[in-house]
């Protein structure tokens, strides 16, 4: 029985950050997967914000996966996933806060369009079955719609966001310039973040498309899978491993 137990949606790009940092360090760990219908389950008992991901270990729970990154780190140092440095420590975490908080929305603005929302429904219901998943497979559309108007990334035209996740990529490219890291020399947390959102929004088309246009930015994220997924991991099987 694994000291660690993850508390997870499954296809959730902020529970791989945590499976990706937990098997870097070398971390055994079991997986509880939720469906969306748990949601008030969720609430009531683990998570006071009702979000996943959540780390129960004999410490008792950590709620976030940035927090859950902070909490390994101190308890298990070695290898490192921030830099010793303070400054590039805190480049580090900037960059994964950016990718949590912006590329995300840009994942779910992209995978909300007609041509890529039935993967993300099929993602996001993997768990849920009968007439639950029925109904929020109709619901979810609306959903995701609703999120992004409110967030605002949803409220741009496609055009202008293909323009922005673009640009974003070239950020990554040019940050990493020569280097194998974002930052420093060697793996962090901003590599996983990032990496991990690379991911899921790879999973629209259009996104998909403007990663295979960018091979540095294809070979950097090769780099990170191979430190943080158990070799032979298909590519298929990475946003949910
Ligand atoms: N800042 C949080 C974000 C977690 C998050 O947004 N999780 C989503 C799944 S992708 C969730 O639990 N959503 C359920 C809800 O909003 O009620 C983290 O890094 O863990």
């Not at 029985?1 to 760990?29: I, N, T």
């Not at 929302?117 to 639950?132: A, N, P, Q, T, Y």
């Not at 974003?168 to 962090?188: K, M, P, S, Y």
Request: proline share 5%; charged share 25%.
């Amino acid at each position: 029985m694994a000291q660690r137990l993850l508390h997870q949606y499954e296809v959730s790009p902020f529970a791989a950050k945590v499976r990706r940092a937990l098997r870097y360090k070398g971390l055994d760990f079991e997986v509880r997967n939720y469906r969306v219908v748990d949601a008030g389950k969720i609430r009531k008992t683990i998570s006071p914000t009702g979000k996943t991901p959540v780390l129960e270990a004999d410490d008792g729970l950590v709620v976030d996966s940035t927090a859950i990154l902070r909490h390994l780190e101190e308890r298990f140092p070695t290898p490192p996933i921030l830099p010793a440095d303070p400054a590039l420590r805190a480049q580090a975490h900037v960059i994964e806060d950016w990718a949590d908080e912006s590329l995300f929305f840009y994942d779910l603005a992209m995978r909300g369009w007609p041509n890529n929302i039935d993967w993300l429904k099929r993602d996001v219901l993997s768990h849920d079955s009968g007439f639950m998943r029925w109904l929020l497979y109709r619901l979810l559309d609306g959903f995701v719609r609703k999120t992004g108007q409110a967030q605002g990334i949803g409220r741009k035209t496609p055009d202008t966001v293909c323009r922005e996740v673009a640009a974003h990529f070239d950020a990554i490219v040019a940050l990493l310039g020569d280097r194998e890291w974002l930052v420093g020399d060697h793996l962090t947390v901003a590599d996983i973040a990032v990496a991990s959102m690379c991911t899921v929004i790879e999973r629209a088309e259009e996104a998909a498309a403007l990663m295979r246009e960018r091979p540095a930015l294809l070979a950097w994220r090769e780099r990170v899978d191979a430190a943080t997924f158990a070799p032979g991991t298909p590519a298929a099987a990475r946003a949910t491993t």
